[in-house]
């Protein structure tokens, strides 16, 4: 069997190698429409009550990262797939997959962090499973989450929505998590004082569908952070992207470890980020709405929607150059959440 027969670890991941897996393996055989947008949550409509549904697994390695553990990460991940798709996030189950021999304080942990997570968040754990696996068949502790939301009337997002001369907005520095998850591990020499973005979006989402038509999409740029959000944005359709990079916020922290381990910090993932597409006239009402809030005081407009090259996202640097964006066949940091 060759290689290419065989699953790799960025068949989970933020690159080329995962979107040719959805396409090829998950859209082929189900073929459900609520499905085929590929989107953070499902959008569906029960008699006349319009939810979003989602699910998600988690294998963060170390389980452990500061700010950002496997407990906060599971719930605030699920929470924010709700939020991103409009939605008021409600319930949410958690299953535990937990490998024999793992501390109890140490799973306690974990379900004590989730359950703050959920407290802060304003929903409700009301379901789970827990299975146990021989030692050495899992890496501590494995979560899987899946949650609904009810999404309010008048509340239309899309990618199909999204036009040339439309901003793109993020509401603040991006690539804290994947920054925590890389130092975390160690392989950089001992570093401290990271701690992962890691937090629930819904003040966030909330305050931007304030801006009712003039907010056209939102995302949270987890696995391939915001550079594999934009391709994705305009992946297929009819315009492109452009992004400043000067103008995207970057920590210093974040960007000295991404120096150090030479990756883009536009390809590491967030936790606690919205990238929004707005109206040329909704980005300042946007930027304001966000900056009230204390999530959202770093909120900048990166970039703009172009009419070509349509379906790509070009770079544009400090130096005055651009590039056109290619995303890498696997993701440079795997197992982030």
Known sequence: MSGRDRVRLGHGGGGRLARSFLENEIRTRF???ALAALDDAALLEIEGVRLAFTTDGFVVKPPDVPGGDAG????????NDLAVSGARPLYVSLALIVE???????????????????????????????????????????????????????????????????????????????????????????MTGIA????????????????????????????????????????????????????????????AVC?????????????????????????????????????GRGAAVVGEVVGEPAGRVVMCMAAGTSRLVVLPEEDPLPRIC
């Open 31 to 33: 073929r459900s429409p």
């Open 259 to 295: 120096g150090l381990a030479g990756i883009d910090p536009l390809m590491l993932a967030c936790e606690g980020r919205v990238a929004a597409v707005v109206s040329p006239g909704g980005a300042g009402p946007a930027l304001e709405a966000l900056r009230k809030l204390e999530a």
């Open 100 to 190: 024999e021999g793992f501390s109890m304080s140490g799973l306690g942990d974990v379900l004590e962090s989730a359950a703050r997570a959920a407290e802060r968040a304003g929903v409700q754990i009301v379901c789970g499973d827990t299975k146990v696996v021989g030692r050495g068949e899992a890496d501590g502790v494995f979560l899987t989450t899946a949650g609904i939301g009810v999404v309010d009337h008048g509340v239309s997002l899309g990618t199909d929505r999204i036009e040339a001369g439309d901003r793109l907005i993020v509401s603040g520095a991006v690539g804290g998590h994947g920054a925590a998850v890389l130092a975390a591990r160690g392989e950089l020499g001992e």
């Open 72 to 79: 906060k990460l599971a719930v605030c991940g699920t929470v």
């Open 196 to 255: 992962s973005d890691c937090a629930p979006v819904t003040d966030l989402t909330t305050a931007l569908r304030g801006l009712g038509r003039d907010l056209r999409y939102m995302t949270d740029p987890t696995r391939g952070g915001l550079l594999s959000a934009a391709v994705e944005m305009v992946s297929g359709l009819g315009v492109g992207m452009t992004i400043d990079e000067p103008s995207v916020p970057v920590e210093g922290p974040v960007a």
